[in-house]
């Protein structure tokens, strides 16, 4: 099984800063990563896939970058509804998908 | 509009049966490939299963392979994730989800999920 490490396991970060998010893959996964974003009492939103390609709707200030087995996801100046948790997903082993832990980002 | 409209909270005791669904709308259901995720409380996402309800073709976690039934009934577009025999670790948040045809292993629509409860 591919073991995904997201970190940190929570981010304070002030609104307009910005947020550098990681996730590391026990193994290469290629390019195969997707980040979502879940707030409290929602369902989780995909963000990103491709490691880089931003999902349908989703603003230009989410950014993936990484390949391989390392993968940074950045949001560029944070809004107030971007606190949350977020995931990421390796599906390059499909179809054992695995989810990293979690990083959540909340307000310094 | 894609939607995946899951069933509702459910209370059970330990060692009840249980069957919960979901059932897609505004897509071709046959199509796509449709898993189920869990979140226990306070945690995070676990990827369960998937099913395509096209041949009814499922693989498993190894972690939940025997531990849960995945199936569906295309004629009425609905996915169904089902135990014989809950515990009360079984508890947790319930989610089925869509994985992108394009992006076979990216989950892009999302039902809204479904509280399990399970408690003596």
């Known amino acids: 099984e591919i073991v995904m490490t997201q970190s940190p396991a929570t981010l304070s970060v002030s609104p307009g800063e910005r947020a550098t998010l990681s996730c590391r893959a026990s193994?290469?996964?290629?390019?195969?990563l997707a980040w979502y974003q879940q707030k409290p009492g929602q369902a989780p939103r995909l963000l990103i896939y491709?490691?880089?390609t931003r999902a349908t709707g989703i603003p230009a200030r989410f950014s993936g970058s990484g390949s391989g087995t390392e993968f940074t996801l950045t949001i560029s100046s944070l809004q107030s509804e971007d606190f949350a948790v977020y995931y990421c997903?390796?599906?390059?082993?499909?179809?054992?998908?695995?989810f990293g832990g979690g990083t959540k980002v909340e307000i310094k | 509009e894609v939607q995946l409209v899951q069933s509702g909270a459910e209370v059970k005791k330990p060692g009840e049966s249980l069957k919960i669904s979901c059932k897609g709308s505004?897509?071709?259901?046959?199509?796509?490939?449709i898993g189920w995720v869990r979140q226990m409380p306070g945690k995070g996402l676990e990827w369960m299963g998937i099913?395509?309800?096209?041949?009814?073709?499922?693989r498993y976690s190894p972690s939940f392979q025997g531990q849960v039934t995945i199936s569906a009934d295309k004629s009425i577009s609905t996915a169904y994730l089902q135990w014989s025999s809950l515990k009360a670790s079984d508890t947790a948040m319930y989610y089925c989800?869509?994985?992108?045809?394009?992006?076979?292993?990216?989950?892009?629509?999302w039902g809204q999920g479904t509280l399990v409860t399970v408690s003596s």
């Open positions: 989800a869509r994985l992108d045809i394009l992006v076979p292993g990216a989950f892009d629509y």
């Open positions: 505004g897509y071709s259901f046959t199509s796509y490939w």
């Open positions: 099913i395509y309800p096209g041949d009814s073709d499922t």
């Open positions: 193994q290469s996964v290629s390019s195969n």
């Open positions: 491709g490691a880089s």
């Open positions: 997903q390796q599906y390059n082993n499909w179809p054992a998908l695995t």
